[in-house]
Nanobody, 115 residues
Framework: QVQLVESGGGLVQAGGSLRLSCAAS????????MHWYRQAPGKQRELVAS???????DYADSAKGRFTISRDNAKNTVYLQMNSLKPEDTAVYSC?????????WGQGTQVTVSS
């Protein structure tokens, strides 16, 4: 069983930065791909960023150049550094772990960007 716990969300002004963290329990973190998703009110959940177990990354177009995903396997933690935040980045951000047929979600952390 894997548990994912996000932290780091909050209220920030447009142009500001936040760093989200997702701490994972369990032994498969280091061999699993990790993802950050977000869901704004009334909108579908969107994949924001992904990182493979080897450290390769991929981003949604909306995140490229502003967000950076990283992982620390020694700490079983994945991060999302978000810079130059915009009001349209306001959403609940959730981390996701996928490995073979297993998939786990965190409870989410609210990010609100004021204009």
């Amino acid at each position: 069983q894997v548990q994912l716990v996000e932290s780091g969300g909050g209220l920030v002004q447009a142009g500001g930065s936040l760093r989200l963290s997702c701490a994972a329990s369990g032994s498969i973190f280091s061999i699993a791909a990790m993802h950050w998703y977000r869901q704004a009110p009334g909108k579908q959940r969107e994949l924001v960023a992904s990182i493979t177990r080897g450290g390769s990354t991929d981003y949604a177009d909306s995140a490229k150049g502003r967000f950076t995903i990283s992982r620390d396997n020694a700490k079983n933690t994945v991060y999302l550094q978000m810079n130059s935040l915009k009001p349209e980045d306001t959403a609940v951000y959730s981390c996701n772990l996928k490995f073979l047929s297993w998939e786990y979600w965190g409870q989410g952390t609210q990010v609100t960007v004021s204009s």
